[in-house]
């Protein structure tokens, strides 16, 4: 089995040459060939209604007409006389080449010519020589006699000969073009694929630094593109999960060294009894704040992996929207921030209810908790256009402008005095609308901060996949 890319295009490309000049060899010269014998044919033929009129004008003497008509018209005329019709039975009575009427006295045109009555054509060979012959039986004086003329296509043949020669030498350097080019093409071809080799190389490895680049504009250059694009998003994805790791990490630690902290302040100090209660609840908050972060990462690495289900039911989101309010209402007033509820229309979406309720949680928690008190939020639910939307508004100082594009990426916290959590809730509220098929849009300016969850308010036949942040 031959491998490698540069014998097998060379191999390729030998088979297409070899093909077309066989093609064209046997398109050219057997076509060549027969219009130059045909060629011959007719102007024997032409020539043959001189030599009958001279052998209709004499009664006998029919060698004058042969020897004129070889000496004028540069053939061989030969005269037979007709003994017998048929069986044909013929005598040659004049020839212009006397000593050579051997080879003629049997000739198959002038025996078809005198069974027939018609002028017969065609090509014979004799001693390996091939002869043009028209053969025209004449009746004169009341008996019947044939003549034929004979001219040698060696001057027609030659011309094939030279032709030939001039395919086969053609080809000969077209072959050799062919490999030569076909070695160079298969070469470069083969340097551009080596590379993309090596890339991919280097992307298994984990080294997305370097970029591919294929500055053709062929398939290996579509091809080089796509690498690239795999290169950018898995270099993308290296970076989202060494960050999810850190953020995971920290995250898991801030709480875990405050808890040994506070544990080993109540093993050693001699505390009070409020101080004690006091370490208690932050103890209590910082395990909460533990228990909340596993089931964010839970429920993130669910979604990733495809596995979170979804139950597809009618929702009315101003019942979620009362209920987000009744949870959030003790938290609210203690922050002093007002929490109220809009509920316009019949607002019912087919989705999941435990789902909607999780993410529509992430919404009012991360209004509450990064707005300052005095903050009036408010959850509101209304259709529109076919779907049913829910959102959670403040009149906050808003998302600065930077920050906007980045708040529903994982652990992404807005810096300011204000700013807490583990940066998950956005995320994964993003994520359970997409899964069911909504989605979840943000606008803000200051004074005015809304985030917007919307579904479908049909059934939905084919539940969207997740779409996975890290790309």
Known sequence: MIRGIRPRLVLALLGVVTGALAVAYLIVVPTLESRLVEAKLDQLERDAATVRTCIEGVEFPWRECSDSAAEVLNVRAVVYDVLWPDPPALSVVADSQITRSVDVEDDVLAER??????????????????????????????????FLLVSPLSEQLSSIDFVERRLLLGGLIALVLAVLLGYAGASLHARRIRRLERAAERIASGRFDEPVVDKGNDELGELAAAFERMRLKLENLDRARREFIANASHELRTPLFSLGGFLELMTDEDLDEETRREFLATMREQVDRLAKLATDLLDLSRLDAGRMHVSWEAVDLGTVAHTLAEEFGLLAERRGQELTVEVEGEPVAYADELRVLQAGRALVDNALVHTPPGTHVTVRAWPESGRALLSVADDGPGVAPESAPHVFDRFYRVEGDVASGSGLGLAIARELATLMGGDVTLESRPGQTVVTVALGAEVTERRPEPTSVFT
């Open 113 to 146: 010519a005198t069974v027939t009555s018609r002028v017969q054509r065609g090509v014979v060979t004799r001693a390996e020589t091939r002869y043009a012959e028209v053969a025209v039986p004449v009746r004169t004086n009341g008996r019947l006699v044939v």
